[in-house]
Nanobody
Framework: QVHLGESGGGLVQAGGSLRLSCADS????????MAWFRQAPGKERDIVAA????????HYTDTVKGRFTISRNNANNTVYLQMNSLKPEDTARYYC??????????????????WGQGTQVTVSS
């Protein structure tokens, strides 16, 4: 059974910050790349950031570069997304996901097969 649990979402004013956490409570994804995706109403689910198991390889979508930071603590099986300088267009439901794909860091939605339930982030103007 998959146990990915996101937390840390909420309502914040533009320019503010939030830190999302994703806990792998069953320690299922040891060695797996992990990623954060987001989906706004009426839009597709898109990748925000991805990180390899070692943390050496990281990917950000262009719209969050310089504002968001993905990290992971493998000792406590948690992946984080630090979001600074938030904008109203960052409003979405944010999902944590894990990929079983080997090779280069996966960055496509279909590369990720394990998903959490998501946490809502709302940025007011």
């Amino acid at each position: 059974q998959v146990h990915l649990g996101e937390s840390g979402g909420g309502l914040v004013q533009a320019g503010g910050s939030l830190r999302l956490s994703c806990a792998d409570s069953a320690r299922t994804f040891i060695g797996y790349p992990m990623a954060w995706f987001r989906q706004a109403p009426g839009k597709e689910r898109d990748i925000v950031a991805a990180i390899s198991w070692t943390g050496r390889d990281i990917h950000y979508t262009d719209t969050v570069k310089g504002r968001f930071t993905i990290s992971r603590n493998n000792a406590n099986n948690t992946v984080y997304l630090q979001m600074n300088s938030l904008k109203p267009e960052d409003t979405a439901r944010y999902y944590c996901a894990a990929s079983a794909r080997a090779g280069p860091l996966p960055t496509m939605t279909h590369h990720y097969i394990y998903w959490g339930q998501g946490t809502q982030v709302t940025v007011s103007s």
